[in-house]
């Protein structure tokens, strides 16, 4: 496999190893060519195999020998024409290069062996019967110098046979290479062809007095919900709505919303959900865009607006009359028809939405029922956006789902709760701020009843991994897109130290190619785009053909199994296992609490605030949320706050693409090409927002204490104690990890309501000092007393393992 360094440091006491390889294919090649010596036909040679990894490289061969680097040059202009025959004619006709290589790349020299160049770090000489190679080991490994040799021949292999291909056709990786790198020749698994509400509806034929759902509203069994969803269904079928038809649904978690969400897949339709806390600007887009034929909405809500489509009710706690018996209407939808529109971020400042058919996701439950087998023991936590998996997979196998009530999902202590109370058996999350904040919480190892918890969305840090494994409780690291579904899967701790980046796992039931910029395949350890195809994939972007082609492409590596693939525009490469390891992504997209945005999607709307001139927004690594958000805007009227700023983006978009931090700068840098130099861009220091009050100092043991934990908490330096938390750039979910680190910090309990109700330090020290337990002090000039509230800590901790 391929190792090259980076930022790489050469040692001054440099260590060199040689070998010779006789290789067949390359005296074949030879033979092809007698015009040519064998150093020329090796600068060739090695110029095309440089030029295919893609590497930051310095070329230079002896005089007579040829110009690799001219070999490049030629590929550079014309990557997809170029052939053999005119690379061999650009070789013989340069006469080599004698320049030095730039010390800081990776320097190759090839010549005939008479001299050495003492900034190369491989040194090629070709012989008769094969290759010689030199190579400095404090750079490079054998194993590299083998896969190179390898790829060489490869390359000769292909080109004896058939010299006049394009070399962007010619294929350098060996058959095992191959294997990992599209996975293996064999058929990929096929599933039954079946609908997501009939694997509901065969369940609820199966089991109808389980429980299918257990909320505040009581416990509803399968035959309750199947026959409200089937009413919902005639009703939609009634009112026009035939298949392939978009149907908006909104409303709070309920019976009567998942019996919505079901419904309307029985009549056909493609569910489009629309989140109540959505700004109404959001909403309409997603309208505009989704185009639904009818609206269903919670009986009681709003009415809505003149604009609407055809508008029908539900009830989000039903009856025992709207439970009576009803069958469902007379639809036939297949697998390929689209069960449901996910919305994600769109560059030109209007959102994308993927059509994902039936296939997509009952595939996906298939799957992963055959890894994690579930069954009507378990109990499924529903508390984020409705999920379609997270719906239907309990749902298709006799499980019940716990529905988290209305503005739950945003208390950590009451999630807890809720997963002791009503033994909870799977929990879907995303690592980072929830996960860190079920971890800090004593009550998390005593979620016994906990068998899967899912994670994916954002990079898993392997510190947070390995406390949630610490607990015992089994973790899995799925990968997807909205475009192309759980691609891959890992279950167990990482076999390689990735650093920074994250191990992805294995693909399980889709092909998955890591290509170059031009489409072809990149041998292991080099980096890669990751295109992907198999019964994961959606079927495009609605109402948007040009998109939908320029994303999905017909499979250029002929297989049968894949026929359509998707360029993911994430970044990967293949480890000596065989595993993925995510490198990123190769456009500006950026990753927030799971939640996929494009960059100048924020920034059109930030210049749409009348004070701003320009605004470019930028992504930095963020352990809490994938990725923290950082706005950098220039503005006509330095009287405008960021608190304002901030305050019009939350209008206007949901909370995780509205910055939290804004960075005010007289003009944008740019590159010569007049773009944007976001290298340019810094992280931000810090600073207090602008447009905030001068600093109130802390008065007190306690505010000191809050203050030490705010600026851990949300990055900033200079807070005072009548500071407002959102206006510091606080927003919902790092709210958790406050709340966590003020009852680490003081020994106490703190309610999620009271302390959202108070946004300062001042009004959060009148919390902190009523629930201060008995014996604690707060005499100590910048903390609370350390050694009383140990005392008290230990207290508690002995009452809760005596409790029942």
Same mark, same amino acid.
């Not at 015009?35 to 040679?45: D, F, I, P």
């Not at 005089?63 to 005119?86: F, H, I, K, N, Y």
């Not at 340069?94 to 190369?120: H, K, M, N, W």
């Not at 309920?254 to 969400?261: E, H, R």
């Given at each position: 496999?391929?190792? !090259?360094?980076?930022?790489?440091?050469?040692?001054?006491?440099?260590?060199?190893?040689?070998?010779?390889?006789?290789?067949?294919?390359?005296?074949?090649?030879?033979? &092809?060519?007698?015009?040519?010596?064998?150093?020329?036909?090796?600068?060739?040679?090695?110029?095309?195999?440089?030029?295919?990894?893609?590497?930051?490289?310095?070329?230079?061969? /002896?005089?007579?020998?040829?110009?690799?680097?001219?070999?490049?040059?030629?590929?550079?202009?014309?990557?997809?024409?170029?052939?053999?025959?005119?690379?061999?004619?650009?070789?013989?006709?340069?006469?080599?290069?004698?320049?030095?290589?730039?010390?800081?790349?990776?320097?190759?020299?090839?010549?005939?062996?008479?001299?050495?160049?003492?900034?190369?770090?491989?040194?090629?000489?070709?012989?008769?019967?094969?290759?010689?190679?030199?190579?400095?080991?404090?750079?490079?490994?054998?194993?590299?110098?083998?896969?190179?040799?390898?790829?060489?021949?490869?390359?000769?292999?292909?080109?004896?046979?058939?010299?006049?291909?394009?070399?962007?056709?010619?294929?350098?990786?060996?058959?095992?290479?191959?294997?990992?790198?599209?996975?293996?020749?064999?058929?990929?698994?096929?599933?039954?062809?079946?609908?997501?509400?009939?694997?509901?509806?065969?369940?609820?034929?199966?089991?109808?007095?389980?429980?299918?759902?257990?909320?505040?509203?009581?416990?509803?069994?399968?035959?309750?919900?199947?026959?409200?969803?089937?009413?919902? /269904?005639?009703?939609?079928?009634?009112?026009?709505?035939?298949?392939?038809?978009?149907?908006?649904? #909104?409303?709070?978690?309920?019976?009567?919303?998942?019996?919505?969400?079901?419904?309307?897949?029985?009549?056909?339709?493609?569910?489009?959900?629309?989140?109540?806390?959505?700004?109404?600007?959001?909403?309409?887009?997603?309208?505009?865009?989704?185009?639904?034929?009818?609206?269903?909405?919670?009986?009681?809500?709003?009415?809505?607006?003149?604009?609407?489509?055809?508008?029908?009710?539900?009830?989000?706690?039903?009856?025992?009359?709207?439970?009576?018996?009803?069958?469902?209407?007379?639809?036939?939808?297949?697998?390929?028809?689209?069960?449901?529109?996910?919305?994600?971020?769109?560059?030109?400042?209007?959102?994308?939405?993927?059509?994902?058919?039936?296939?997509?996701?009952?595939?996906?439950?298939?799957?992963?029922?055959?890894?994690?087998?579930?069954?009507?023991?378990?109990?499924?936590?529903?508390?984020? @956006?409705?999920?379609?998996?997270?719906?239907?997979?309990?749902?298709?196998?006799?499980?019940?789902? @716990?529905?988290?009530?209305?503005?739950?999902?945003?208390?950590?202590?009451?999630?807890?709760?809720?997963?002791?109370?009503?033994?909870?058996? @799977?929990?879907?999350?995303?690592?980072?701020?929830?996960?860190?904040?079920?971890?800090?919480?004593?009550? !998390?190892?005593?979620?016994?009843?906990?068998?899967?918890?899912?994670?994916?969305?954002?990079?898993?840090?392997?510190?947070?991994?390995?406390?949630?494994?610490?607990?015992? !409780?089994?973790?899995?690291?799925?990968?997807?897109?909205?475009?192309?579904?759980?691609?891959?899967?890992?279950?167990?701790?990482?076999?390689?130290?990735?650093?920074?980046?994250?191990?992805?796992?294995?693909?399980?039931?889709?092909?998955?190619?890591?290509?170059?910029?031009?489409?072809?395949?990149?041998?292991?350890?080099?980096?890669?785009?990751?295109?992907?195809?198999? @019964?994961?994939?959606?079927?495009?972007?609605?109402?948007?053909?040009?998109?939908?082609?320029?994303?999905?492409?017909?499979?250029?590596?002929?297989?049968?199994?894949?026929?359509?693939?998707?360029?993911?525009?994430?970044?990967?490469?293949?480890?000596?296992?065989?595993?993925?390891?995510?490198?990123?992504?190769?456009?500006?997209?950026?990753?927030?609490?799971?939640?996929?945005?494009?960059?100048?999607?924020?920034?059109?709307?930030?210049?749409?605030?009348?004070?701003?001139?320009?605004?470019?927004?930028?992504?930095?690594?963020?352990?809490?949320?994938? /990725?923290?958000?950082?706005?950098?805007?220039?503005?006509?009227?330095?009287?405008?706050?960021?608190?304002?700023?901030?305050?019009?983006?939350?209008? *206007?978009?949901?909370?995780?693409?509205?910055?939290?931090?804004?960075?005010?700068?007289?003009?944008?840098?740019?590159?010569?090409?007049?773009?944007?130099?976001?290298?340019?861009?810094?992280?931000?220091?810090?600073? &207090?927002?602008?447009?905030?009050?001068?600093?109130?100092?802390?008065?007190?043991?306690?505010?000191?204490?809050?203050?030490?934990?705010?600026?851990?908490?949300?990055?900033?330096?200079?807070?005072?104690?009548?500071?407002?938390?959102?206006?510091?750039?606080?927003?919902?979910? *790092?709210?958790?990890?406050?709340?966590?680190?003020?009852?680490?910090? !003081?020994?106490?309990?703190?309610?999620? #309501?009271?302390?959202?109700? #108070?946004?300062?330090? *001042?009004?959060?020290?009148?919390?902190?000092?009523?629930?201060?337990?008995?014996?604690?002090?707060?005499?100590?000039?910048? *903390?609370?007393?350390?050694?009383?509230?140990?005392?008290?800590?230990?207290?508690?901790?002995?009452?809760?393992?005596?409790?029942?």
């Amino acid at each position: 496999m391929l190792s !090259f360094p980076v930022g790489l440091t050469r040692s001054e006491q440099r260590s060199w190893e040689a070998r010779s390889w006789e290789l067949e294919e390359w005296q074949a090649l030879a033979l &092809r060519n007698p015009e040519l010596s064998a150093s020329q036909l090796l600068s060739a040679a090695v110029g095309v195999l440089f030029h295919r990894y893609g590497l930051p490289c310095d070329l230079t061969a /002896a005089g007579g020998c040829g110009s690799p680097q001219a070999v490049r040059a030629m590929l550079d202009r014309s990557p997809r024409d170029t052939t053999w025959c005119e690379v061999l004619a650009a070789a013989a006709s340069d006469s080599g290069d004698t320049e030095r290589p730039d010390p800081g790349a990776i320097a190759v020299y090839v010549g005939d062996g008479d001299r050495l160049i003492v900034d190369a770090d491989v040194i090629w000489t070709a012989s008769e019967r094969g290759v010689n190679v030199n190579w400095d080991t404090s750079v490079l490994p054998e194993s590299t110098i083998e896969a190179m040799v390898g790829h060489l021949v490869g390359l000769s292999e292909s080109l004896a046979m058939t010299e006049g291909v394009a070399l962007a056709d010619v294929c350098i990786l060996s058959e095992e290479e191959l294997a990992m790198n599209g996975g293996t020749p064999e058929c990929l698994p096929k599933y039954p062809p079946i609908t997501l509400h009939q694997m509901f509806s065969l369940q609820a034929w199966r089991t109808p007095e389980a429980c299918a759902l257990r909320s505040e509203a009581g416990v509803t069994p399968y035959r309750d919900l199947d026959n409200y969803s089937n009413r919902l /269904a005639c009703d939609l079928v009634e009112a026009g709505v035939r298949v392939g038809d978009v149907v908006a649904v #909104a409303g709070e978690r309920s019976v009567g919303l998942i019996a919505a969400v079901i419904g309307v897949m029985k009549a056909g339709g493609a569910l489009l959900y629309l989140d109540p806390s959505m700004p109404e600007p959001r909403r309409k887009q997603f309208v505009d865009v989704g185009q639904p034929t009818a609206i269903m909405l919670p009986e009681g809500s709003l009415p809505p607006g003149p604009a609407e489509p055809t508008t029908m009710r539900y009830s989000a706690e039903p009856d025992s009359d709207e439970f009576g018996p009803c069958g469902p209407p007379n639809v036939v939808v297949s697998p390929e028809s689209p069960s449901h529109i996910i919305f994600t971020s769109g560059s030109t400042g209007v959102p994308k939405g993927v059509l994902r058919p039936h296939r997509m996701t009952s595939s996906r439950i298939f799957l992963e029922q055959g890894m994690y087998p579930l069954g009507p023991d378990d109990r499924v936590l529903v508390k984020a @956006v409705i999920s379609t998996r997270e719906v239907f997979w309990p749902l298709a196998v006799g499980a019940a789902l @716990v529905l988290v009530k209305p503005g739950g999902e945003r208390d950590d202590q009451y999630l807890l709760n809720l997963i002791r109370s009503e033994r909870v058996s @799977v929990l879907p999350a995303a690592p980072g701020v929830w996960l860190q904040a079920f971890v800090a919480s004593p009550d !998390f190892g005593k979620c016994t009843s906990i068998r899967h918890i899912f994670v994916g969305g954002e990079p898993l840090h392997r510190p947070l991994e390995d406390k949630v494994r610490a607990h015992g !409780f089994a973790l899995h690291n799925t990968y997807t897109q909205t475009e192309a579904d759980y691609i891959t899967h890992r279950s167990g701790p990482p076999g390689v130290a990735a650093g920074e980046h994250s191990v992805i796992g294995r693909p399980l039931d889709m092909r998955v190619y890591l290509c170059d910029d031009h489409g072809r395949l990149v041998p292991p350890g080099l980096v890669g785009e990751i295109w992907t195809g198999g @019964v994961g994939l959606s079927t495009g972007y609605y109402r948007d053909g040009e998109r939908s082609a320029e994303k999905f492409v017909p499979n250029p590596f002929g297989d049968p199994e894949a026929p359509l693939l998707c360029k993911t525009g994430d970044l990967a490469r293949h480890l000596a296992d065989g595993m993925l390891e995510y490198r990123g992504r190769k456009d500006l997209q950026i990753k927030v609490r799971g939640n996929r945005l494009e960059p100048a999607e924020v920034e059109s709307w930030i210049k749409q605030h009348p004070s701003v001139q320009d605004a470019v927004v930028v992504g930095f690594p963020d352990e809490e949320h994938g /990725a923290l958000l950082v706005g950098y805007v220039v503005l006509g009227n330095s009287a405008t706050s960021d608190v304002e700023l901030r305050r019009f983006l939350a209008e *206007r978009l949901p909370d995780y693409m509205v910055p939290s931090y804004l960075v005010r700068l007289a003009h944008l840098p740019l590159l010569a090409s007049g773009k944007v130099d976001r290298a340019e861009l810094k992280p931000r220091e810090r600073v &207090r927002p602008a447009g905030l009050p001068a600093a109130a100092a802390p008065q007190t043991p306690a505010q000191s204490g809050l203050l030490h934990i705010w600026r851990r908490v949300l990055q900033v330096d200079d807070i005072g104690v009548d500071d407002d938390y959102v206006a510091l750039g606080g927003d919902s979910l *790092r709210f958790l990890l406050l709340r966590a680190a003020i009852q680490e910090e !003081f020994a106490i309990p703190v309610d999620i #309501a009271d302390l959202m109700g #108070a946004a300062t330090i *001042r009004a959060q020290e009148r919390l902190v000092t009523a629930s201060a337990p008995a014996g604690v002090k707060t005499t100590h000039h910048t *903390r609370i007393d350390a050694g009383a509230i140990k005392q008290e800590r230990a207290r508690r901790a002995a009452a809760r393992e005596l409790a029942p």
